[in-house]
């Protein structure tokens, strides 16, 4: 499937109310019918794309037919952004091929695992840090590495177990960058 269309629209302000996942999914697949999605006009030029705890959508192609600039937002122990466990599955599916297809559910799981394997994430990642409540140790740290990520979600979830999942609300998204574009701007 290709993409080609996303270098024909128009750069817009669009807040994450705006549009849901059924409308996004709509709106890639008009798209790529060659259908110009609702919030196109004449200039036809994206600026970028904005994710916020988006899960791992597409292969490594898929995100080279992406032409504008991905920033994908990522807030502490969010457990989206980690869906489906890509590299996970690649490590299981090694282990499944050590095994004989005959075997009892070898086979099945091979066929099941494959279908979730190859999704990675596209773009620069943005990680809000996990801070106090009235933000004055949060941070915005510009594609950290994997075990500081690890790190901070292993410390996170261990001081606040529904971490995972609380840390996917919009609301929280929003609150930490209102916060941090305060204290940024009186830097």
């Avoid at 920033?71 to 091929?97: E, K, M, Q, W």
């Avoid at 901070?152 to 999942?165: L, M, Y």
């Amino acid at each position: 499937m290709s993409f080609n269309n996303l270098t024909t629209l128009t750069a817009v302000s669009l807040t994450v109310r705006d549009v849901n996942r059924a409308q996004l999914a709509t709106t890639i697949t008009r798209m790529d019918a060659g259908v110009e999605p609702p919030w196109t006009v004449s200039r036809r030029v994206v600026a970028g794309c904005y994710t916020f705890g988006s899960p791992r959508v597409g292969s490594v192609e898929f995100g080279e037919d992406i032409k504008p600039p991905i920033y994908r937002v990522v807030n502490a122990a969010d457990v989206v952004p980690h869906v489906p466990p890509s590299y996970t599955l690649d490590g299981i599916y090694f282990v499944f091929r050590l095994f004989p297809d005959s075997l009892f559910l070898v086979k099945p799981a091979k066929i099941f695992i494959k279908g979730f394997m190859g999704y990675r994430h596209h773009g620069d990642m943005r990680f809000l840090t996990a801070c106090k409540s009235d933000y004055s140790d949060l941070k915005l740290l510009s594609n950290p590495d994997l075990f500081d990520r690890l790190g901070r979600w292993i410390k996170r979830v261990i001081t606040n177990r529904k971490a995972g999942f609380t840390d996917h609300g919009i609301a929280n998204y929003c609150n930490k960058l209102k916060a941090y574009a305060i204290k940024r701007s009186t830097l």
